[in-house]
């Protein structure tokens, strides 16, 4: 899951639950991952922009590994949960509330992620393309580009028109999807329950992704200006298969 402004309402009502619902994934082991990617292709990169940041749970592990970290998100509950995270880390981060559909900075990075799908949530490719040149604009030579994707697998055939229930922590949630084949959109309605004293309250998500393919997103990002275009599996530097689920990309500006 990631954050963007059709989710705008997305992560607006349940910020709170987020760190809950993801609490499996080892965000330590992905900013270590981004790290060796950095030092493989920009090993002297020190300022590091992360889009679509949500509550900072790979920013703060990546400035605890001694990066400068600026964080942007469109969600203001989101960012508040982050800055306080942030401090009670200890660490320093500028957390900026922006869409970054229109990216509006004036500080150059010499790298810019996007992690936990954030590409996926912008359904429109003129779009995502205004997105990749703002990202080009705004790094600094030899800069690069890490972000990675649900892939078009997952989101076709794990995710596509099925229904997932689960309880966890005292929130149980129905998770209902619908795969367009047409436009290659799933859209997510996601009930959560959540106990509140002796009731539970009910909290309603439409969350909305698009599958892209790999080789429609490296057209965009070769049309944008980036060279030494790198498609990797999930946390790996081997090349994804047909069934990777997860898939990063590494595109660099001269």
Request: aromatic share 14%; with cysteine; charged share 25%.
């Amino acid at each position: 899951m990631a954050r963007m402004s059709i989710f705008m309402s997305c992560y607006e009502n349940f910020a709170q639950l987020y760190d809950k619902l993801m609490d499996e994934v080892d965000y330590n082991e992905w900013a270590n991952y981004l790290k060796r990617i950095i030092e493989e292709f920009n090993s002297d990169a020190n300022h590091i922009l992360d889009l679509a940041c949500g509550t900072g749970n790979i920013t703060i592990p990546m400035s605890t590994l001694g990066y400068n970290l600026w964080g942007v998100d469109i969600s203001e509950e989101m960012l508040s949960i982050a800055e306080n995270k942030a401090r009670i880390f200890g660490q320093n981060i500028r957390f900026i509330k922006q869409d970054m559909r229109n990216l509006n900075l004036t500080k150059t990075f010499d790298v810019v992620t996007c992690g936990c799908d954030g590409v996926n949530y912008i359904t429109r490719e003129y779009e995502l393309e205004k997105v990749f040149n703002d990202i080009f604009r705004i790094l600094n030579p030899r800069g690069i580009f890490i972000f990675d994707i649900s892939s078009f697998y997952k989101l076709k055939h794990v995710l596509g028109n099925n229904t997932f229930v689960e309880e966890k922590d005292g929130i149980f949630y129905c998770w209902e999807n619908e795969f367009n084949i047409d436009s290659s959109i799933v859209t997510m309605r996601l009930n959560f329950f959540v106990l509140d004293g002796k009731f539970y309250r009910r909290i309603e998500e439409i969350h909305i992704q698009k599958a892209y393919k790999t080789g429609e997103i490296y057209h965009m990002l070769s049309k944008c200006g980036f060279v030494n275009i790198e498609i990797f599996d999930e946390f790996t530097f081997s090349k994804p298969n047909d069934k990777s689920e997860r898939i990063f990309f590494v595109a660099k500006k001269l």
